[in-house]
């Protein structure tokens, strides 16, 4: 049975960097054509696609936030971390993490809501 | 950056209806092309990949067509649980972007 999970801080304040874990289970990360990525959804608006890290330590990020991003891998504990810097009250959104395959993101975690507010 | 744009953005229909969703992008695409599921307060769901492939466990009453820039997905007979927000993405291109969403609400 494949899952992930996110975890991190629920609240952060402007300026500060968000640090999420995704912890995932029933896959392996140095598969051949799996990936584990991140897709945000601001409440009541669109996904958008942040990031993803495959099997080979190739990144993608999304090119408008490139500057602000770093995704790590840690296979030997099953894990993804995303950061985000300098965060502002317009990136308050759920935050998924999803694997993908040969570019299909199939599965996703339950979503972590992160709000950012002083 | 390659843009979807989805077509309605809400869409009223019945139980039994046939409904028809359109994603367009902003070039060329090939078959490189996803649709989700969404329900209010959970992750999305894949529906289709790779154009017109049935992910595992999803009904035939869906089906996904097109290639290029214009996609669409059709629901031939609207189920009660069927009423959710669908969104298409496309995976082409070396980033990832997805359609602002079609809400499929009840009529």
């Known amino acids: 049975q494949i899952t992930l999970k996110e975890s991190g801080p629920t609240l952060v304040k402007p300026t500060q960097t968000l640090t999420l874990t995704c912890t995932f289970s029933g896959f392996s990360l140095s598969t051949s054509g799996v990936g584990v990525g991140w897709i945000r959804q601001p409440p009541g608006k669109a996904l958008e696609w942040l990031a993803l890290?495959?099997?080979?330590?190739?990144?993608r990020y999304t090119p408008s936030l490139k500057s602000s991003l770093t995704i790590t891998k840690d296979t030997s504990k099953n894990q993804v971390i995303l950061t985000l810097t300098n965060m502002d009250p317009v990136h308050t959104a759920t935050y998924y993490c999803?694997?993908?395959?040969?570019?299909?993101?199939?599965?996703w975690g339950q979503g972590a809501l992160v709000t950012v507010s002083s | 950056d390659i843009q979807m744009t989805q077509s309605p953005s809400t869409l009223s229909a019945s139980v039994g209806d046939r409904v028809t969703i359109t994603c367009r992008a902003s070039?060329?695409?090939?078959?490189?092309l996803a649709w989700f599921q969404q329900k209010p307060g959970k992750a999305p769901k894949l529906l289709i990949y790779?154009?017109?492939t049935l992910a595992s466990g999803v009904p035939s009453r869906f089906s996904g067509s097109g290639s290029g820039t214009e996609f669409t997905l059709t629901i031939s007979s609207l189920q009660p649980d069927d009423f959710a927000t669908y969104h298409c993405q496309q995976y082409n291109s070396f980033t990832w972007t997805f359609g602002q969403g079609t809400k499929v609400e009840i009529k």
């Open positions: 999803v694997r993908h395959v040969r570019g299909v993101p199939d599965y």
């Open positions: 790779k154009t017109s």
């Open positions: 890290i495959y099997w080979d330590d190739d990144k």
């Open positions: 070039q060329s695409i090939s078959y490189f």
